[in-house]
């Protein structure tokens, strides 16, 4: 949900942060614009920074679950937006890619990041349509197509909506701070029904499923004393949804949380900060990092209380190769009263180092 801090991370390193180029107008977010679709299915290249996240659970052919995940992300770097050169590196794509796998017990994970143009990697206007190489995530009408090559693991996935986006904030203006400046556009497509196949170390078989997929673009950086954030996407089996995140600060204290709420048969709910409350539950350290994760949750929204519990521990993501940062990304089940109520995916960043941008 907060990934423009990964892109601002990506752009540090390719030495494209302001003050590395002549200063750029980047188009601003502004309260009473309302989405427009199938328009802002589309890219929105005049802003800083911008994603496309889908996450979902698989059921393999024997009934085991699989969690996956695929974010295209793309970056104006404002380097070289005067020059008629093709080769001037004005927009960057950036790709993560991960299947969630019980069995091995940790994700697979691929990535990669390319300069806008020559065909090799870019996005289409009007509607979702972004790729690298042969990584591409597209949509024709209601219906997104992700196909992903890794190391060891490959899938070719069909998500079809049935249903409007969920906007997020008020009418997907979403804020990130009391100051309306630190805001994105943000709209979710809940309650995907997923089909294809997944190809883990060669072996491809076919999967069914149910995915999340959010939509946010942003000309701001999150506000000061922002050490990271949590944010979780969950669809409920009831056909509901639910989009949750939380703003933390070096202490771990709440700066800001939002809420979205979508019930079957009623009008979307969003709740303000107040109304939003994570608790963590348990803890799990990395062998690897040696970062200590919040990996089960209860989680307040208004009147009703949620435990969130990973698919398992081990589902932190290492991206130092591109954006340089290191999170937990990952398949969890939910539950209400004791009772399973859905499934969804859940990020944790920011409990290592700050993400350092500018």
Known sequence: MQRRQFLMALAAGYGLLPGSAAAVDFAPVLAGRRLVFPDDFGAHPDFRTEWWYATGWLKRQDGRPLGFQITFFRVRTGIGESSASRFAPRQIMLAHAAIADPQLGRLRHGERAARVGFGHAGFT???????????????????????????DFAYDLALQAAASP???????????????????????????????SVSLDGRAEAVTGHAWLDHEWSSELLPDGAQG???????????GALMAFRLRD?????????????????????????????????RWRSPRTGINYP?????????????LNPLFDDQELDSRRSVGTVYWEGAIGVSENATPVGEGYLELAGYGEKIKVG
């Open 295 to 307: 990996v089960a949750w209860r989680l307040k929204i208004g009147d009703r209380e949620f435990e």
């Open 250 to 282: 070096t202490s771990g204290n709440k700066l800001w949380a939002a809420a979205s709420l979508r019930s079957t048969g009623k009008i979307d709910q969003i709740y303000k900060p107040d109304a939003v409350d994570f608790s963590p539950l348990r």
């Open 229 to 239: 954030w949590d944010w979780v996407g969950i669809n409920l089996r009831d056909g």
């Open 125 to 151: 206007l009007g509607r979702s349509e972004v790729w690298i190489g042969d990584w591409r995530f597209a949509q024709q009408g209601d219906r997104y197509q992700a196909s992903v090559r890794g190391e």
């Open 166 to 196: 969920l906007l997020n904030g008020r009418d997907g203006f979403s804020t990130k701070a009391p100051d309306p400046r630190h805001a994105s556009y943000y709209y979710s497509r809940p309650q995907l029904a997923v089909s294809g």
